[in-house]
């Protein structure tokens, strides 16, 4: 999955959060964070700190992957089948 705001992150943050059954409070103190924190980053504060969102995607089991977004990263049909 691609993600390009604040708001796509929250969003896919939040997903996963309760895919594991987590409410926002027991994520907060998995992760160290109050609950008002995991709220702000789900509904796509856009300036939440980096730290906050390595201590969520940590507390998630998650990672996340940079890549380059450029043509050639993207494979050929041909190569799909």
Do not use: C
């Amino acid at each position: 999955m691609s993600i390009r705001d604040a708001v796509q992150l929250g969003a896919a943050l939040q997903r996963e959060r309760k895919r594991q059954g987590l409410t926002q409070a027991q994520l907060a103190e998995k992760a160290g964070l109050r609950q008002q924190t995991i709220s702000a980053v789900e509904g796509g504060k856009p300036r939440s700190e980096l730290r906050v969102i390595f201590d969520l995607l940590f507390a998630l089991g998650l990672e996340v992957s940079v890549r380059s977004r450029n043509s050639q990263d993207i494979p050929r049909i041909e190569d799909l089948f």
